[in-house]
């Protein structure tokens, strides 16, 4: 007999477990074909770029979780817009585009994750208009780019806005690319940075853009041209956003709680009782307490006291209806109309 309960149970597991989407990432290799990106000592971005991300899909594919969507898997001119395009389509739950830097100095070395946001200072716009001028090498950048003034740190203040709702996930994807390059690379952490990125700007999702390192450094270049940096590389970005996905799943629920409460569409009530029986939803029924609310479960009713959007308010009506003999009485969150908890 408890076989038999231990198999239903296992069934019924097993089907949660299948009805779980993958968490889409998307992975962008910048530049391609005719753009080869930057270009040192014959040695190309756009190589590089792909073969990071290869090896980035291959980790990530090894976990039936994710699911990796590919912008390019080999090398092709693919435009910037398209590259969101993808991402759009598929309906990802993150994007990350893979660069390398340069510098006019050589010393210039390390990693830097970029989101979108407004350049900070020169350095960040001198990076994002350098990636951005592949428009250049499309046929209808001026139409497809009206809005963009690649020159203009300007031109990007309201473009920004539209990954805003994005923006604090994307910092915090950024964020632990950053740390698990640091850490698993033993490279410098530039750390995570906002600037316009036309590519980023493209998607509706959370988004960065990681610039691995600067073919402009001969010991940089070395590493980022060797199949051991690359796999290197493409482990700790892997394990980054596996790190982020945990990180958000723990959180859609708080975040679900915190954009409702924001819209002004979360409140309390306090559930004082569940019975078979059908009692009418009056105060006289429920000791004076008032307003009652009477919600079908099945066969049974479940009562609730109470209604407040402050959950200070709330704990004060708890008390009130734990003196009146409702001991058992606790706070229930609702949501669009919906029991949260
Ligand atoms: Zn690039």
Known sequence: MKKYFFYIFLLFSLSIEAQTEPFKIV???????????????KIYEKDIVLKIILLLGKELEKDPLFKVIYTRRDD????LYERGTIANKAKADLFVSVHCNSSPSKDAHGSESYVLGLHVNDINFEVAKEENQVIFLEKDYKERYAGYDINSPESFIGLSIMQEEYLEQSIQAAKRVQSSLAENTQRRDRGVKQAGFIVLHQTYMPALLIETGFLSNQEEREYLNSIAGQQQIAISIA??????????KNNSQLSKEAAA???????????????????AAVPSNFKGLSPILKEKIGNAFRYYYGKETDLKKMENLLQIAKKKGFTDAFIVTFISGRRAN
């Open 261 to 279: 409460a924001a819209r002004g569409d979360m409140y309390y009530r306090i559930q004082i009782a569940t019975s078979n029986k059908d009692l």
């Open 27 to 41: 992975l962008d290799a910048g530049h391609g074909g005719k753009d080869p990106g930057k270009v040192h000592k």
């Open 239 to 248: 394990k980054a956003i596996k790190n982020y996905y945990h990180w958000l």
């Open 76 to 79: 092709h001119f693919i435009e």
